[in-house]
């Protein structure tokens, strides 16, 4: 077993706070390993390995990719609204707010 460890971070974020767990572990670790041994899943029991999304600065990982010293792995939560449909909803509302502009400034007759 190799005994040599790497420094990382797991972080997970709320809408009012961020927590941010430094640790070290084996070089070998996965992502899940990182998780576990981080203490995180007490702290947030909502955290569900099985369905919350994971990565590392970003990137989406899988719970079986394993680290480099420094990285920082990240829990990300489930989306509230798809992005997709918040642009569409923007746009249409655009095309409403530009109509009725134009009909503003259109002369009376």
């Not at 899940?32 to 955290?47: C, D, M, Q, T």
């Not at 970003?58 to 918040?86: F, M, N, Q, S, W």
């Given at each position: 077993m ?7 971070e ?42 919350n ?5 970003g ?7 394993t ?11 489930p ?31």
């Amino acid at each position: 077993m190799n005994a040599e460890k790497i420094p990382v971070e797991v972080s997970y974020a709320l809408p009012d706070r961020q927590v941010i767990l430094a640790l070290d572990v084996a070089v070998d670790a996965s992502i899940e390993e990182v998780i576990r041994a981080s203490g995180i899943l007490e702290k947030f029991p909502e955290i569900d390995l099985a369905s919350n999304k994971v990565g590392v600065f970003g990137k989406l990982g899988k719970l079986t990719d394993t680290l480099h010293p420094g990285d920082r792995v990240e829990i990300y939560r489930p989306l509230i609204a798809d992005p997709r449909e918040v642009r569409k909803q923007r746009a249409a509302a655009g095309k409403v707010m530009k109509k009725g502009a134009a009909a503003l400034s259109e002369p009376e007759s």
